[in-house]
Every structure is written in structure tokens, then in C-alpha cells.
């Protein structure tokens, strides 16, 4: 047999989890000799390197591990020269080898192992819920997935929580609630790493988690006062209570080591009617006004302490102030109440069972009248048909308070039955069910009446104002003269005042051409104006003191209160002192002989026609006769 090479199939990679004794892999060597022919084809294996680790079968050429629980952190990957002899291994035989390169894969075989034992960090007591702390990890020799892990807190769970950061596999320790360096300065927290991914297999290797301390330490800052109790304070007080009584004491301190003194004081916005005061230093919450339930059941005010030595430590509290009800109001009837008899109601007869309803502002409590009961019999609607019954109202108290209030009963007509049939009430209720249409026909007649009343009324109010119009210009425009001896006592009719209104501008009028008609002036004032001297001299001075008398006069009927609102011209009798004119009397005329001529007389108006028939000249026939 020629000997020949044995060439092997190739170069081989696995990658596996291993035990003791485990089946890796095979290898195969060909010979191109005659395999009938002595042993000269029969291929023998065995291991040139790394046999301590790995063995392969002789003859069948598969490679085993040789010892058990290879540790893929140690060592990961494995490289064997592996040959093979042809002739059984005999002497002189040929041979060939190859390289198998053996890589291990990881399992879940370590636990997660903190480096340090301790960790110590800082963080201020005023630092915000959900504040980081700081930042852990545990390692684990594994690979992948077989690392993943999760942190837990096994003490101090209540001030602080953790959480993983899925990228680094950090542990975040952060606060939970806030802290107080007052109350403890040091916190020992226990965190604890746990794989995710356990594999059976290594349950018996031991526990696969760690533990370790994060050592917070607090650091301390000044702080605003806090109230005790912190959410607020509930006071109680009655209505009746005097001004300046105590209502509740207020407490509040500074949370600080020093334990800074606190001043007290009162938001005004919530209080702006001052109706209590608090003392700056004790807290002590006073009244400032008289409180009424009736008004305000409930205050709610905002007290604020702050630090005397920073002003701006300042924290604030709500407190509600319920008032206390005492009876200080009388019991009253809630409505006016009515109520219907009938005429034939017998004595003792209840006639009102629906019960009456009461308020009393003090309580706001509601009582209930059981019923009302007549007393005799022989109503008559037509002689009286409304009774007015005064009800006392009295509560219960203390002090127990009272008052009256008035039930107004109706007498109606009723039938056998009972029932009312005619009374005002009904007939309210009758004329309130009207239709629509005779609802309007009835309004239409009621604005019909309406106007007329009104017309009526404008052509009166017209028709008396044109009266007393006409009465004023009588008035303004005449003098009524009762003691005129030329027409009687009976002639009480005006005469013309343009004759009196020219007899008062003739002093304008003496030295005017063109002046009215002397003829229609009295004869004296004709003589005063043709003539001079002595004589005119004393007319004047006679008509001046008859115009003084008249101006006096005028103003005693202007300071009288009790004359009509209008000019008027009264005459009482008086001619003066030596009137030129002389006596108009009709006896004194007829008894002497007169030269006057008094002709004029008509031209003053048919008024004086009567006078100057008395003065004109005689009849030569008539005194003949």
C-alpha cells in the first residue's frame, strides 16, 4: 500500500454551552488510498493541542469536553489542532491535521455584584419631590441580556425610590417625600440589584442579587414657619358674643434648629370689614365687630406668620370661623295666610287642616298649625264676610321669643256638601279663569273709559282756564268803585280805565303839543293846564299827596299775602285836601249855581252817560213845567 496524505474537511466554529463529557463536534479525514487493502485507509484521530481541555474520539473523530463547567468569563474561546493517521496510527503512517476553533456561549451563571458596599451622597431638606440623589450600579460578568437587572429598595421606602436607566443599567436613587433635617439628618438606604433573566440550571450556584447602602446625608436651610395643625384650623363662636372676647389662639413655629420667634397677623383681603383682630405675638384671634348668623354662617380668613428675622419666611393658614346660632329672632308666619269657612259651620268645626308654615331666621326651623276650629255657628257673609284671627307665634328657645301674625278667614257660601261655592276667593279664582278673548275685550273697555275720563277732564281744565283768563283781564283792566254817588250803590259796574291811565301821564304831558284830547280829562285838570301860577301850582302839590296815598296803598296790597297774583287798583274814598275839582255830588250841584260845564263827561264812556245827565244844563221848559 503507497502511502498517502490525509487531508481532513475543513476548519469548524460552534458555539455552545458546555458540561462535562459534551458532545462538541466531528471531525472527518478522507484517505484517497484503497480502504480494502490492509490498513492503509484506516484513519485514526487524536489531539495535538489543547487536550487538556477538549478529547476527541479515536476512531469516530468527535470532539468532547474533558472537564466540566468551562466558565465563559475566563476563557471564551478555544482553539484545537486536531490530527489524523492513516495505517490505524500505525509506524510509518501518513497524517493530516486541522484547526477547530471553539467558541463559548454565555448563561445566566453570575450574579450581579455591587463594587462598593457604601455609597454616600447630599441633598438639602428643601430640595423637591422627585429630586435625584444620585447614581449606582451593579456589574455582572454575563453578557446580553443576562445582564439586565432591576433595583430595589429594601429600606427607607417611604422618604425615597429608585429607578433603572435602561441604557446604562444605572441605578437613580431619588427623594419620594420631603425631607426634614430637623427631624433625622441621615438616611441609610438599602438598594438591592436582582437579575431579570434567572436560568434554572444555576439556582443551586446561590443567590443571584446584591446588596448594597446609599448613605444620604440631609444639610439643613432656613425654612418659613409652619401652623399647627398644618391644613388649617376650624374656630367655633356665638352670634351673641361681645366685641373683643377671644376666639381661638392660633399656633405656628419656626421648623429651624434656632427656632427663629414668629409674628402673627391677619391677610385684610380676606377680612376687609375687620371683623376680627389676632395678636402679633400669642395668635390670639379676637372680635372686632358684632357678628349675625342671619348674615354670614361661616368667615373664612388667611393668617399669616412670619419670621421677625426674615421677613421673607413667611407661610400662611387657613382658618374657618363657624357662628353659632342663639335665639335672637322671633318666630314669624312665613306668608300671609287665608283661609274660607262656610256660613252654616258648625262649632268645633276644623276648618283649616293644611298646616301653616313658620320661619324663624334665628333656626330656620318650620313648625306646623294643626288645624283651626270655630268657636260658635251662624255665620253671615253679608254681615261680615272677612275675619281677621291674630295668631301668637312662640318658639322654644331659651330665651323663648314670640310675635303675632294675623289669619284673614273668609265666609263663603257653600253646598250640603261642603264645598265652597261662592266667596271672594272664589270669585277671584273665577275671574282669573277668564278666556283670553274676553281677558282682551275687557281691557279694551277699561282703555275706552279711560280715554274718555281723560278728554273729559282736558275740555273742563280748557273751559275753566278760559274763564279765569277772561275774570284776570276784568280784573287787570277795570275798577270796581262801590261808593260812587252818581249811579247808587247798585251800580257796581267798570268803567274805563284809559281816562285814569291818561289822568296819571298828564305831568309828561303838559308840555306836549301834540297830547291827548283835553276834553276828555276831568274839567280841574283842563284849568291846571291852561293856567299857571298859584293855582297850578298848588293843584300839583294836591295831586301829589293824592299819588303818595295811592303808592302807599299799592304796597300794602303787594305785601299782602292774601290777594289774587295780579294787578288791581283799589279806591277808598279818598280825594285829598282842597280838590280843585270840588264835590261831584248831584246835591251839592243842584242847590248852587255852577259854571263848569261837565259835557264831557260823555265822552268818557256810556258808563258815565247816567253822571252827566245829572250835570247837564236845565231845560228852560223843564223848569217852566
Known amino acids: ?25 466531528k471531525v472527518t479525514a478522507s484517505d484517497a488510498d484503497d480502504p480494502t487493502y490492509g490498513s492503509s485507509a484506516k484513519v485514526v484521530y487524536s489531539v495535538m493541542d489543547g487536550e487538556k481541555i477538549f478529547t476527541v474520539d479515536r476512531n469516530e473523530g468527535i470532539i468532547m469536553t474533558a472537564v466540566a463547567d468551562l466558565d465563559r ?14 495505517m490505524a496510527g500505525q509506524m510509518g503512517g501518513l497524517s493530516g491535521s486541522t484547526t477547530v476553533t471553539i467558541v463559548i456561549t454565555d448563561v445566566n451563571d453570575n450574579p450581579p455584584r455591587f463594587p462598593q458596599k ?59 417625600k420631603p425631607l426634614d433635617f430637623e427631624s433625622k439628618r441621615t438616611h441609610n438606604v438599602v438598594v438591592e440589584a436582582v437579575n431579570k433573566h434567572v436560568d434554572p440550571r444555576f439556582v443551586d450556584l446561590g443567590s443571584f442579587r446584591d446588596q448594597t447602602i446609599v448613605r444620604v446625608s440631609v444639610s439643613d436651610i432656613d425654612e418659613p414657619p409652619i401652623f399647627q395643625p398644618a391644613d388649617g384650623t376650624i374656630m367655633e363662636v356665638q352670634e351673641d358674643t361681645k366685641v373683643g372676647a377671644l376666639v381661638g389662639v392660633i399656633s405656628a413655629r419656626d421648623p429651624d434648629v434656632k427656632n427663629k420667634h414668629v409674628r402673627f397677623s391677619i391677610d385684610r383681603t380676606t377680612d376687609q370689614e375687620m371683623i376680627f383682630h389676632i395678636d402679633p405675638d400669642s395668635g390670639a384671634i379676637t372680635l372686632g365687630k358684632v357678628l349675625d348668623r342671619e348674615t354670614a354662617g361661616w368667615h373664612n380668613i388667611t393668617v399669616r406668620a412670619v419670621e421677625t428675622e426674615n421677613h421673607t419666611m413667611a407661610s400662611h393658614s387657613a382658618v374657618s370661623i363657624r357662628i353659632l346660632d342663639v335665639n335672637d329672632n322671633p318666630p314669624e308666619l312665613a306668608t300671609p295666610y287665608e283661609a274660607s269657612i262656610c256660613e252654616d259651620a258648625k262649632p268645633g268645626q276644623t276648618f283649616k287642616k293644611n298646616g301653616v308654615c313658620l320661619k324663624d331666621c334665628s333656626s330656620k326651623s318650620v313648625e306646623m298649625i294643626a288645624g283651626i276650629r270655630t268657636q260658635r255657628s251662624g255665620f253671615n257673609r253679608h254681615e261680615q264676610n272677612v275675619y281677621f284671627l291674630p295668631i301668637l307665634v312662640v ?108 289822568l296819571y301821564d298828564f305831568p309828561e304831558a303838559k308840555s306836549c303839543d301834540s297830547g291827548p284830547d283835553i276834553r276828555s280829562l276831568p274839567q280841574w285838570i283842563q284849568a291846571n293846564r291852561v293856567g299857571g301860577g298859584a293855582e297850578g301850582a298848588a293843584a300839583a302839590a294836591d295831586f301829589s299827596l293824592f299819588k303818595g296815598y295811592i303808592r302807599k296803598k299799592v304796597e300794602q296790597a303787594d305785601a299782602d299775602l292774601s290777594v289774587p297774583p295780579y294787578d288791581s287798583f283799589q279806591t277808598y274814598a279818598f280825594e285829598g285836601n282842597s280838590s280843585p275839582a270840588l264835590s261831584l255830588s248831584s246835591i251839592h250841584t243842584m242847590s248852587t249855581t255852577s259854571e263848569q260845564d261837565f259835557s264831557y263827561l260823555s265822552d268818557w264812556g256810556p258808563r258815565f252817560r247816567q253822571l252827566a245827565g245829572y250835570y247837564a244844563p236845565a231845560n228852560p221848559e223843564e223848569e217852566g213845567s
Open 73 to 86: 468569563e475566563t476563557q471564551d474561546r478555544y482553539e484545537l489542532v486536531v490530527k489524523a493517521t492513516d
Open 1 to 25: 500500500m503507497s502511502a498517502t496524505s490525509v487531508p481532513m474537511r475543513g476548519k469548524t466554529t460552534l458555539s455552545i454551552s458546555l458540561v462535562e463529557g459534551t458532545s462538541v463536534m
Open 395 to 502: 318658639d322654644s328657645g331659651p330665651p323663648s321669643l314670640s310675635s303675632t301674625g294675623t289669619l284673614t278667614i273668609h265666609v263663603c257660601g257653600c253646598d250640603p256638601e261642603g264645598a265652597i261655592q261662592s266667596c271672594n276667593a272664589t270669585a277671584y279664582s273665577m275671574s282669573a279663569a277668564l278666556s283670553p278673548g274676553a281677558l282682551i275685550a275687557l281691557l279694551v273697555c277699561i282703555l275706552i273709559l279711560i280715554v274718555l275720563v281723560l278728554l273729559i277732564l282736558t275740555l273742563k281744565r280748557h273751559r275753566k282756564g278760559q274763564r279765569m283768563a277772561e275774570d284776570e283781564e276784568d280784573m287787570r283792566d277795570n275798577v270796581i268803585k262801590y261808593n260812587d254817588e252818581g249811579g247808587g250803590e247798585q251800580d257796581t259796574q267798570a268803567y274805563d280805565m284809559s281816562a285814569l291811565r291818561n
Open 118 to 176: 457604601m455609597y454616600q451622597f447630599s441633598v438639602s431638606e428643601g430640595a423637591a419631590v422627585g429630586t435625584p440623589v444620585g447614581r449606582i450600579i451593579a456589574t455582572d460578568a454575563d453578557m446580553g441580556e443576562n445582564t439586565d437587572m432591576s433595583y430595589l429598595i429594601k429600606e427607607e421606602g417611604d422618604l425615597f425610590k429608585v429607578t433603572t436607566d435602561v441604557e446604562t443599567q444605572e441605578a437613580i436613587v431619588s427623594i419620594k
